[in-house]
């Protein structure tokens, strides 16, 4: 195999992981203020490509496509914290797993009401690159650029202003943050609304760097692997989750596929299999996660 | 308070035998009934369809279209050859193309509402059914045309098999680019995608085709996994290339093709292929992809008569003119064929032998479609290939779909049997 397959294989593989992350990023800030997981995100994630989709066709702005993604998404998850997450406060984890896994089949029922399973493609002009060994198309240039701005700004806004040390210490101990007069429910409501902002970015660079598809939905159940790899906790550790399971996923099937056909794309499960076996809260994450 | 909870008991009970009742009242099979002065049967007919699964993005409109059938040749009024008024009563499933659950929903539509007959979706569900209908005497027209179904006693299709149709779009390759090199891409897990392999590599060596390997394309690819596979098929020094999945990521596939700059034509299965191609592959794929279909598309249907028939069909259920796909169109022709079958026995066996004597009539019938289908449709017992040819649609370098012509598989071999026997 050439340098030019192999750089542009990993490039590819960083690329998709770079998307994995920004999904598991949604899967992370809500165990991190409900110590659950949210796994009504894949419909989410779905309903916001749709109605991205709807908007751009409509309006014919791009622009206009990411803001309704990002909206969409914030609303659906602001509204599932109010509703389903705040009423389970104080029950086991499990109540929101379930609950959400509910939320998940509710919310699959509206978006084949909107998106009908559509395929489709964001309609925007396409055009390929040489740089160096790597051919780029200009949705490969849209989804890395959209992305990574969006992980800094998470990181900056966690650990660098005080509306992030609030959250981080509703996240170690909402009891004792309450007690110092933290307003704890909104902090939780901002928390949903932050996975909200990630995950409708995450839906529509998905849908850029791909199609709107009911295919996307895989993709956003798979970013929870990357999410457990790294550890349900850790929210820079996600980044390194996903690019991870993204190479290993590449790498993976050109390696194994000519053995083993269909291999690769049930490594991200065998990877998950591996760190959860080692370490049962992932690669960066805290030990005290309680298992469920 | 012992009595209370007594009275709740016994009117939960009347209500529960009232529900009881009333279900086996309507679910009962081949029920008789008299509208007026006119006598009507009723039958129950199982839909299963992917509406949510992973093959949804085709599965949606073949379920629109059989639904669109059943609601207006309900309203247009079935008969049969001896004048008597068919309703069909049609339970429709969402199996997510999953064949456990298939199986499941199977068993419901045979021992709860006893249908007759089943319009299916997927390969490997309809093969894994194949002989428990037979069993059954439930006749199975599918959406899946592999080649193991054609020797099934019950299962029906109205197309030629994938294999047939793929040797079929191999001579149009031949006849079209002369010999070269393909390579093989589909979802080597997926019984849809390997079923037509074995007679495409048989037919290639009679056409003058060298196969340079087996890529296997996850039907749920995303852009790296389809570049990844572009480029190994590039590397290869494919000339051609064909394409065993659905529409999303056959289409994928030619993208990433053209991204590459692999100077190739793909070749793409029924299920791949379709009028939503142009956008889905991008501009710099047009003219290097071409489907094939048993069925014409819709774009062409000026001057086929059949598609009269569906278009009124399409109307009475509020959908636009636009909306009739070529998805649309197959799973329309599905419950069609059914319906002419119906039309052709006697009430009498209708009721007393239903799947049985509708095999018959499948098996001893021509059955036209008003030229929507590539040739009319006639079963051999044993042997249900109703026809050889296919449509080659070629997408343009303007992007528009261009009717290449008809195209049959090459003399010399019998596609479906190559597959039956080494597949």
Known sequence: MSLEEWSNLVFQGILLGVLYSLVAMGYNIVYRVNKSINFAVPQVVLLAAYVSLIVAVAVGSFIAAIIAAVLVSIAVSMALERTVARPLLGRPPVALIGATLGVFYALKGVVLIVGGSRVATIPIDIDYYEVGPLDIATNDVISLAGALPVFASVVILHRKTRFGAAMRAVAEDAEGAAAYGLPVKRLMLAGWALAGLVGGLGSILLAIKTQVSPELEYFAIRALAASLIAGLDSLGGVIVGGIALGLAEQIGSKILDPYLPGIGRDIAFLVLLIVLFVRPYGLFGSERIERV | ?423
């Open chain 2, 1 to 423: 308070m012992a009595r209370s909870n007594a009275l709740y008991i016994g009117l939960a009970a009347i209500v529960v035998i009232i529900v009881a009742a009333a279900a086996l009242f309507f679910m009962g099979r081949g029920s008789e009934e008299t509208a007026g002065e006119e006598e009507v049967i009723t039958i129950n007919v199982g839909l299963l369809v992917d509406e949510t699964g992973p093959t949804s993005d085709v599965g949606i409109g073949y379920a629109r279209g059989a639904e669109a059938a059943f609601k207006y040749f309900n309203e247009k009024g079935i008969y049969t050859k001896d004048g008597v008024r068919v309703e069909i009563n049609y339970i429709k499933r969402d199996y997510a193309y999953n064949p456990t659950q298939a199986e499941e929903f199977y068993r419901e539509f045979r021992d709860r509402y006893n249908v007759i007959a089943v319009i299916g979706w997927g390969t490997a569900d309809t093969e894994k059914l194949s002989d428990q209908v037979a069993r059954d005497k439930i006749v199975y027209i599918s959406a899946s045309y592999s080649a193991k179904l054609v020797v099934k006693p019950y299962n029906f299709f109205p197309a030629p098999d994938y294999s047939t149709q793929a040797c079929a779009g191999l001579a149009w390759l031949r006849e079209e680019y002369g010999g070269g090199k393909i390579a093989l891409a589909y979802d080597s897990k997926v019984a849809y995608s390997r079923s037509p392999i074995p007679a495409i590599k048989e037919a290639s060596k009679i056409l003058g085709l060298e196969v340079v390997g087996d890529f296997d394309l996850p039907l749920r690819a995303s852009e790296a996994d389809a570049e990844r596979v572009a480029r190994e098929i590039k590397a290869a020094g494919a000339d051609f290339v064909w394409c065993g999945n659905t529409i999303s990521s056959c289409s994928l596939l030619a993208r990433a093709l053209a991204k590459v700059g692999a100077d190739v034509v793909m070749l793409v299965n029924v299920w791949g292929f379709d009028e939503r191609s142009p956008d889905l592959v991008g501009e710099e794929a047009y003219g290097m992809v071409a489907g094939i279909s048993p069925f014409i598309y819709p774009v062409f249907a000026s001057g086929i008569e059949g598609f009269n028939v569906i278009y009124e069909a399409a109307e009475l259920a509020g959908i636009p003119r636009e909306e009739v796909t070529l998805r649309f169109v197959q799973g329309f022709v599905n419950v069609w064929l059914l319906v002419k079958a119906i039309e052709s026995v006697t009430s009498e066996d209708l009721l007393s032998r239903g799947g049985e004597a509708l095999k018959e009539i499948l098996e001893s019938q021509t059955f036209d479609f008003g030229g929507i289908t590539a040739a009319p449709v006639k079963f051999q017992p044993g042997f249900h290939v109703p026809y050889k040819d296919v449509y080659i649609v070629m997408l343009a370098e303007d992007g528009s779909l261009v009717l290449e012509g008809k195209y049959s598989a090459p003399k010399g071999i019998d596609c479906a049997r190559v597959t039956i026997e080494r597949g």
